[in-house]
């Protein structure tokens, strides 16, 4: 019998599309990506005062790719990015890491074994941080756990919301809808809270009949707990908390054989 690839939809922001896009053409899966964060960079007193004074910190913990995107945005706009040359980075994210990697020395990067925050809480827990100046640039919907975590430990951590995690305008709430019903997905993946969140607002009534109708893939324990919260089974959810790690887990299914 004939094997049939998967249908996928992913739901990453549009500057994450082309490598989205490159995933499924590796891993030979039909699939689509049907934006449900809009990522806009945040430049305030706040960001303006980590560029006067870069010394104000000894660590930088990026815990998106898109918290690196911004930053960096902002120094380079002001050519300061040699300021930053020599700190010690950490990265929650194999995606995350690999972007920062483009630009700073490997010998300065702190990847934890497990890609999420919690592997960075487990990391630092056997380092010395007392007393230690850490940039956290997060986006406005993020968490405080993990900034929470590192000052009990003794850190002095700076919080600083560097980019806004927004829903598509409520007009494309139609579209989005109407793509979701015509694609028929075999597998709806979320790699985020945020996007899962995003998608119960586009789909309204309807979420719980596309869900019941799709598998449900989740990247991390954070978007598996949001998902179980609003009542709905994840299928997937890989040991790596990576996009290439979902396309691993799913490359040999074979759905019409199982059905």
Known sequence: MEKHKPRLITFRAEE???ETTALFKKYDFEGINLPLIVITPV??????EIVDDPNSFDIIIFTSVHAFYALISIFDGRGDIDTLLGKE???????TAQKVMELFSADNIIIPEKFSAEGLVDYYKSKDIKGKKVLLPLGNLAGKTLSDELSAMGAEVKRVVIYKNEPPPEEEYNLIRTVLFTYLPDFLIFSSPSIFKN???????????????????AIGDVTKKEIELNGFTVDVMPDDF???AVMQKLKNINLRDEN
């Not at 430049?43 to 303006?48: G, N």
């Not at 980075?89 to 995606?95: N, S």
């Not at 998608?199 to 893939?217: H, P, R, Y």
């Open 16 to 18: 994450d599309a082309a």
């Open 43 to 48: 430049v305030d007193k706040a960001t303006i």
């Open 89 to 95: 980075i950490a990265c929650v994210g194999d995606k």
């Open 199 to 217: 998608f119960l607002k586009a789909t309204g009534e309807d979420a719980g009949i596309i869900l019941e109708n799709s598998k449900i893939c």
């Open 242 to 244: 990576t996009m290439e």
